[in-house]
């Protein structure tokens, strides 16, 4: 087992060194200063995160080696991190499993970013925190003159600011902690780029802010996962009730049936001998009969027609997520209306509590019929027996042997 804090005191070594003395002066702003702010940024984020202590530190090893491929430019730098990542692991005997992980954190956040699991998260947003930092103006005249080094060219205040404003409008942070700590900052730091290139672009940068403000309210009117869990939750009750309704209609519908085929080849032919249980055979089979209409009545689908309008879904008046609304509807225009439905959270949502509400009424029905076939199987099928019992011992065929008679 190697120990967590020496490995990461020696890949600290090795990245300074590299930093120091490998990366071209050229990278005023990618150097030791920037890497070792994203390495404290990702052991802040990763246990905000709840990371446990081999995940915090994957990532924090990562953060160490993400701009070493600088070394040898620009291009496709963070491959060139990751290799050589994987060597110097390799070389200390770290686990292989861990390793993928580390370099599956260094490639994610090559622009424009895209992690696939909380690990590359947490060291995406680290790599991009200084954009919520109070230092920004800062950092941004390193990058400033960086990238008039590497372009060979002076770029412009104006265009600069404008490169900025298109690279914040355009970005997101990944982790909830970015999202509720650093996204505000961000957003301070975007109305000071916009105040130094007022001016400029108005209406473009008006139109994206209608856009920003509009995603805000989209995100605002979003369900928690709570809610979501409640929706989940409900829908699989619901459908677990009605097949354990559909359950008991069969085994009324079966248990009667039986007893009817019992009663009508053995009983009935016998009505001739035993006139005196003609009475009683009548109830048992107007009992049975009348168990098995409300049995199936409760398990008897109901089918709506199975079409929609495109003004029925552009009104909301529709709802997808019942077969009985689109079976008949062509594939191509159910996916339309999914698309329309998907586009406004209060249409879905409010689809998903009709949906609800509707299997809450079809189970009223299912158990409410459910109760009348048990009630009348139960106390029909008692009432005929003591009519039986009472033909027999107190009715008996005028030729029956006397042990009928008390």
């Known amino acids: 087992m190697i120990d967590q804090n020496l490995i990461l005191e020696k890949v600290a070594l090795y990245a300074k060194d590299v930093l120091e003395n490998d990366i071209p002066s050229d990278f005023v702003y990618h150097d030791l200063y920037h890497t070792s702010r994203v390495v404290k940024a990702a052991e802040t984020i990763g246990k905000e995160s709840g990371l446990s202590d081999e995940d915090l530190e994957i990532v924090t090893i990562a953060a160490w080696f993400h701009d070493l491929g600088y070394k040898s ?7 060139t991190s990751a290799e050589m990542a994987r060597q110097f692991l390799i070389k200390e005997g770290y686990p292989e499993k861990n390793i ?11 622009m424009p970013q895209a992690p696939k699991n909380l690990l590359e998260e947490v060291l995406c947003d680290a790599d991009l925190h200084h954009l919520a930092c109070n230092d920004y ?13 590497i372009k060979g060219h002076e770029i412009k205040m104006e265009d600069w600011n404008t ?28 109305k000071s780029i916009k105040k130094k290139n007022k001016g400029q672009n108005d209406n473009y940068i008006k139109k994206l802010e209608e856009k920003v403000e509009k995603l805000e309210r989209k995100a605002a009117q979003k369900p928690d996962r709570g809610i979501e869990t409640m929706f989940r939750t409900t829908s699989k009750n619901h459908l677990e009730l009605s097949a354990m309704a559909d359950n ?53 689908p109901n089918v709506s027609s199975g079409v929609f309008t495109d003004e029925d879904v552009l009104n909301k008046k529709t709802n997808l997520l019942f077969f009985g609304n689109f ?24 689809s998903l509590t009709k949906d609800i509400y509707f299997l809450g009424v079809v189970l009223g029905k299912k158990y409410r019929l459910l109760r009348i076939a048990y009630t009348t199987f139960m ?28």
Request: glycine fraction near 4%.
């Open 100 to 110: 993928q992980k580390v370099e599956g954190c260094i490639l994610a956040t090559q």
């Open 327 to 350: 079976h008949k509807m062509k594939l191509d225009r159910y996916q339309w209306g999914m698309r329309e439905m998907m586009k406004d959270s209060d249409y879905l949502y409010g």
């Open 379 to 406: 106390i029909g099928f008692v009432l005929s027996i003591i009519a039986f019992l009472c033909a027999m011992m107190f009715f008996p065929p005028q030729d029956t042997p006397s042990f009928y008679t008390f």
């Open 163 to 190: 490169m900025n404003f298109n690279f914040f409008k355009d970005h997101e942070y990944f982790t909830e902690y970015g999202k509720q700590h650093l996204e505000p900052i961000k957003k301070k730091n975007l």
């Open 73 to 79: 430019g620009c291009i496709k730098h963070e491959k």
């Open 248 to 300: 008991k209609a069969n085994i009324m519908i079966s248990v009667n049936t039986i007893i009817l085929s019992v009663v009508v080849s053995v009983l009935v032919r016998k009505l001739y001998e035993y006139p005196n249980l003609v009475i009683p055979t009548i109830m048992l089979v107007v009992v049975c009969l009348f168990t098995i209409v409300f049995a199936i009545l409760a398990t008897r």
């Open 137 to 149: 103006s800062m950092i941004a005249e390193k990058m400033h003159t960086e990238v008039e080094k």
